[in-house]
């Protein structure tokens, strides 16, 4: 709840966290998948800065040159299903290069998950978390999914926050 009573979306919630952890800078193709999330970033933009791209890959392409230029993470939202596909180049040269990166996937309401559709029709769904599993160490192999309050859910990926140790 806000201060004055009113339930947060789970956007709001994100995004806060966002801030609390420095962010200042953010890349996406906005899309209908993360609404709340680009609702409370619009709110937030005097605190972090939303770099909006045409396709996925030049998201994860920016959040890494970001990463590598600056030692931040960088932050990258992208849509479900050929989004996320686009995505996964930078995704896969952050993990090659030891880039640190937060990539978060906008999805589906959670009573259309695995149906292969949206309302609607627009929903591609791709089981994007054995897609990416071969991207991430091991211990970054089970990362949540973060439900909002209107059913949709948001994944995360975290390539690298650190340079690995010792040879590859």
């Known amino acids: 709840m806000s201060a004055g009573g009113i339930p947060r979306t789970g956007g709001q919630v994100l995004v806060d966290q966002l801030r609390i952890h420095g962010v200042d800078t953010a890349f996406c193709v906005p899309g209908e998948s993360y609404l709340a999330t680009l609702d409370a970033l619009y709110g937030a933009r005097n605190a ?9 890959g030049g998201v994860t392409n920016m959040a890494e040159a970001y990463g590598k230029m600056t030692g931040k993470p960088g932050i990258a939202f992208v849509t479900r299903g050929p989004g996320a596909c686009n995505g996964s180049i930078g995704v896969h040269t952050a993990m090659q290069d030891s880039t640190p990166m937060v990539v978060f996937i906008g999805q589906v309401a959670r009573e259309q998950e695995y149906r292969e559709a949206a309302a609607g029709g627009m929903g ?6 054995a897609m990416i599993a071969s991207f991430q160490k091991p211990e970054q192999k089970k990362q949540p999914t973060v439900r909002t ?17 010792g040879p590859r």
Request: proline letters at 6%; hydrophobic letters at 25%; a positive charge.
């Open 48 to 56: 972090i800065r939303m770099i909006t791209c045409r396709q996925e």
């Open 149 to 165: 309050q209107d059913g949709r859910r948001v994944t995360k990926w975290v390539p690298s926050r650190s340079a690995p140790k």
């Open 124 to 129: 591609e769904e791709i089981r994007h978390e």
